[in-house]
């Protein structure tokens, strides 16, 4: 498959001239703002029931990626059999009604609602996310698919940073409800969006009509067969994967470290969420676009990812923690946004919902057991947050030096 030899399309030039992807765009942003809102006003209430308990926050976060971990095989062959638009556009009318939930969830006695409705809610997500993934190639250019895979990248960073510090501040000037009122409308903005975009057809598997199972075996079957798209779908599972513990980290930091409540974790996921934002815009400006140098530049985002964890383990206040968030953010979305456009390019449109659906499926399971294994150190081994944020460092850069030893494969085919 041939390079980008073309001039690479500007951001702005996108969302002006590709009306499609704007109102993609514009429905994924709305409903990822709500999203953090409502992530950050279920962890204040989480931690405020239980005392600060990391176990049960932690429940919380694997109820989130156990539930996309199930479904995802599933989701994968939707999005290579049926309208990825409705697809789209029918998740986010049910997790609409389905946020509404959390506003039942008053008091302790209650808390397994919390579980429960983000357990199914994930559930939803789990079809949105690779009929997504999978219809970007669809309505972009060739030289426009990095630009429209950073710019989503970014606009998710951005949503992170606004969200989780609006978030932050309504769930303490206000309260709870306020968030999951917002998340929910969110979402039917977003449906309201995608509703207009024109997406074609999923595509027709060249090898005939096979059921659902059939169709989920052939998947696995061209995954096993290329080296290089396995290699690939390891690079999430190894970095926002390993890395998944970091999320009751950061709030335990914020709530017990720092002591500074709603607002400091919104404070430090507004840094994660800045770092994100540039990460992938400044690496896209400096590395450029051709698919062996994003390669060569995954196993140094590696090491820079875990390296400034570890850092971040080590900070005396809110603001180095902050600065440390940020760093490592930005080559950790480096690392997405480069595995992601890698895979786009690499696979056929017919196998390309089942692929990304196992991209979500791997870095999901590993996320899980990453959060697991946080949170039982932190109430039973006696291990304190800033070990564990140095653990998990340490295991982001193992992995960098293990992709870096490795030679390079050819991704496309």
Request: net charge positive; proline share 3%.
């Amino acid at each position: 498959m041939a390079l980008f030899v073309s001039e690479p399309a500007g951001y702005w030039a996108l969302l002006r001239d590709n009306s499609s992807y704007r109102r993609l765009w514009l429905g994924l942003a709305a409903s990822m703002i709500g999203d953090w809102f409502r992530t950050m006003a279920l962890y204040h209430l989480v931690l405020q029931l239980t005392g600060a308990s990391g176990l049960a926050l932690g429940g919380v976060m694997i109820a989130q990626t156990a539930s996309l971990f199930v479904l995802s095989p599933v989701a994968g062959v939707a999005a290579d059999r049926f309208s990825r638009k409705w697809i789209m556009v029918g998740t986010d009318l049910v997790r609409a009604v389905l946020a509404l939930g959390f506003l039942l969830i008053t008091s302790a006695e209650r808390l397994w609602l919390a579980y429960v409705l983000t357990a199914v809610l994930t559930s939803v997500s789990a079809f949105f996310h690779p009929a997504y993934a999978a219809t970007i190639p669809n309505i972009t250019t060739r030289r426009e698919l990095v630009a429209a895979n950073a710019l989503g990248s970014a606009s998710w960073a951005a949503m992170l940073a606004i969200g989780t510090a609006l978030g932050g501040l309504v769930t303490a000037w206000l309260s709870t409800t306020e968030a999951f009122l917002l998340d929910a409308a969110s979402y039917v903005v977003s449906a309201g969006c995608i509703m207009r975009v024109a997406i074609p057809s999923a595509p027709v598997s060249s090898d005939g009509s096979p059921t659902g199972w059939q169709a989920f075996c052939r998947g696995l079957r061209y995954m096993a067969a290329r080296p290089y798209v396995l290699r690939l779908l390891s690079v999430k599972a190894c970095s926002v994967g390993l890395a998944g513990g970091m999320m009751i980290l950061i709030a335990l930091f914020a709530e017990s470290i720092f002591e500074a409540g709603a607002i400091g974790m919104g404070t430090l996921f507004m840094a994660r969420g800045l770092g994100a934002l540039l990460g992938p815009l400044m690496a896209r400006r400096l590395i450029g676009e051709d698919p062996q140098t994003m390669v060569g530049t995954i196993g140094m985002a590696f090491v820079l990812t875990g390296g400034f964890y570890v850092l971040f383990g080590a900070t005396p206040t809110l603001a180095w923690a902050a600065l440390a968030l940020f760093m490592a953010t930005m080559a950790s979305n480096v690392l997405w946004v480069f595995s992601s456009t890698l895979l786009q390019i690499s696979v056929p449109d017919a196998y390309r919902g089942r692929i990304f659906a196992a991209d979500f499926m791997l870095f999901t399971v590993i996320m899980s057991l990453s959060t697991l294994a946080t949170a039982w150190g932190l109430d039973y081994a006696a291990l304190t947050p800033r070990i564990l944020a140095v653990i998990s460092g340490g295991l982001l850069m193992l992995s960098g030096v293990f992709w870096l030893a490795r030679p390079q494969q050819h991704v496309t085919e």
